[in-house]
């Protein structure tokens, strides 16, 4: 019998939204119609190129916006994964959805054809910063869809974004509470950042700046951990046994298969990437390019030291770069992890490049 190796999960991407977010730098481009048939051909040949022996822990849809996909197509999807790896009982299979591309017949057929987290993208609650925000929602269907959620998937998660030009602590707390109490066992919770080559950044866009971000931060940790609802990444926060299992994966520096344009996965020192454009991806498909050990590392160590809850190994790492970081209070070192302090959550570009190998 063959010995099943390490849990591994897939992250599928799909392409397309309904519109264009003026923050949005994610491979995605706004479609009123599409081909789902002329797509399979490429889903179909990533899916095969999984590893087979792999036992899939996790699924991932993200996009784009994946809830425009028909459920017909999701349960396609997870039916050849099914057939061709063993896949956990109690596998996480996460769909990002926004609520204008999604409603509640909709939610009940992707969770017939497999999906049991659905991932919402309100990313706020006031119809002035959603109309900023460049969201086609307004603040009630974006209640109303968090509400047919809950009655539709064992797991729900919501996305709010912060940091907003002239927000002020007193407004945000407003709107977190309001969060908070949708009662949802997770959240993820960014601050805005424009990004080059977007619509913000072309604007002259302007986020919070440095220091009232950093007061939002704390606010939000403060408010989140006082719900029970601690950061177990920097910005991911979640109830005990709540935590994206998915998202960990990438965090822990794990290994995930790559499905779909833009989709790029890593299976031990491989990097898998697609090309972003639907028609070159359906032309040549992946690229693979081999990593040093001393990449992967650095790679390892910029995604895990986000890990609040779970710290990242200081073994392998310069003794001196870790006295240092714990002498500046950014780091607090137990069992042999580090574990990054809010400060040096606040300082995690300075902390990253000061632990680098």
């Given at each position: 019998?063959?010995?099943?190796?390490?849990?591994?999960?897939?992250?599928?991407?799909?392409?397309?939204?309904?519109?264009?977010?003026?923050?949005?730098?994610?491979?995605?481009?706004?479609?009123?119609?599409?081909?789902?048939?002329?797509?399979?051909?490429?889903?179909?040949?990533?899916?095969?190129?999984?590893?087979?022996?792999?036992?899939?822990?996790?699924?991932?849809?993200?996009?784009?916006?994946?809830?425009?996909?028909?459920?017909?197509?999701?349960?396609?999807?997870?039916?050849?994964?099914?057939?061709?790896?063993?896949?956990?009982?109690?596998?996480?299979?996460?769909?990002?959805?926004?609520?204008?591309?999604?409603?509640?017949?909709?939610?009940?057929?992707?969770?017939?054809?497999?999906?049991?987290?659905?991932?919402?993208?309100?990313?706020?609650?006031?119809?002035?910063?959603?109309?900023?925000?460049?969201?086609?929602?307004?603040?009630?269907?974006?209640?109303?869809?968090?509400?047919?959620?809950?009655?539709?998937?064992?797991?729900?998660?919501?996305?709010?974004?912060?940091?907003?030009?002239?927000?002020?602590?007193?407004?945000?707390?407003?709107?977190?509470?309001?969060?908070?109490?949708l009662g949802l066992q997770h959240y993820s919770l960014y601050q805005l950042t424009i990004e080059e080559g977007t619509a913000f950044a072309r604007r002259g866009v302007q986020p919070a700046d440095e220091e009232m971000a950093a007061e939002l931060?704390?606010?939000?940790?403060?408010?989140?951990?006082?719900?029970?609802?601690?950061?177990?990444?920097?910005?991911?926060?979640?109830?005990?046994?709540?935590?994206?299992?998915?998202?960990?994966?990438?965090?822990?520096?794990?290994?995930?298969?790559?499905?779909?344009?833009?989709?790029?996965?890593?299976?031990?020192?491989?990097?898998?990437?697609?090309?972003?454009?639907?028609?070159?991806?359906?032309?040549?498909?992946?690229?693979?390019?081999?990593?040093?050990?001393?990449?992967?590392?650095?790679?390892?160590?910029?995604?895990?030291?986000?890990?609040?809850?779970?710290?990242?190994?200081?073994?392998?790492?310069?003794?001196?770069?870790?006295?240092?970081?714990?002498?500046?209070?950014?780091?607090?070192?137990?069992d042999g992890r580090l574990f990054p302090t809010l400060s040096g959550v606040l300082m995690l570009n300075q902390l990253t490049l000061l632990l680098m190998p």
């Amino acid at each position: 019998m063959k010995t099943l190796q390490k849990p591994f999960g897939i992250y599928i991407h799909w392409p397309y939204c309904l519109s264009k977010c003026p923050y949005c730098d994610f491979a995605s481009c706004p479609a009123a119609d599409f081909d789902e048939a002329a797509l399979w051909p490429g889903y179909e040949r990533d899916i095969r190129a999984l590893p087979e022996e792999r036992p899939i822990t996790s699924i991932f849809f993200g996009g784009g916006t994946p809830s425009l996909m028909s459920a017909s197509f999701c349960r396609r999807m997870l039916d050849l994964i099914r057939a061709r790896h063993p896949v956990a009982d109690d596998c996480e299979i996460t769909m990002e959805a926004n609520p204008d591309a999604i409603d509640m017949d909709k939610m009940v057929a992707f969770r017939e054809a497999g999906v049991n987290r659905l991932s919402i993208g309100v990313q706020s609650l006031l119809t002035t910063d959603l109309r900023f925000l460049g969201r086609r929602h307004g603040r009630d269907s974006a209640l109303a869809r968090v509400a047919e959620a809950v009655r539709a998937f064992p797991e729900v998660s919501m996305d709010l974004i912060y940091a907003r030009p002239h927000q002020t602590l007193a407004a945000w707390q407003i709107e977190l509470t309001e969060a908070l109490a949708l009662g949802l066992q997770h959240y993820s919770l960014y601050q805005l950042t424009i990004e080059e080559g977007t619509a913000f950044a072309r604007r002259g866009v302007q986020p919070a700046d440095e220091e009232m971000a950093a007061e939002l931060y704390r606010l939000t940790d403060r408010l989140m951990a006082a719900a029970g609802i601690p950061a177990y990444e920097v910005s991911n926060y979640a109830a005990p046994g709540h935590e994206c299992r998915h998202n960990l994966t990438y965090w822990r520096g794990e290994d995930y298969g790559a499905v779909g344009p833009a989709a790029h996965g890593r299976i031990g020192l491989w990097a898998v990437q697609h090309p972003a454009s639907v028609a070159e991806w359906l032309r040549v498909g992946a690229e693979r390019v081999k990593l040093t050990p001393v990449e992967k590392q650095e790679e390892q160590l910029i995604m895990g030291i986000r890990l609040r809850q779970e710290g990242y190994p200081s073994a392998g790492l310069s003794r001196e770069a870790v006295a240092d970081a714990i002498r500046r209070r950014w780091v607090d070192e137990r069992d042999g992890r580090l574990f990054p302090t809010l400060s040096g959550v606040l300082m995690l570009n300075q902390l990253t490049l000061l632990l680098m190998p």
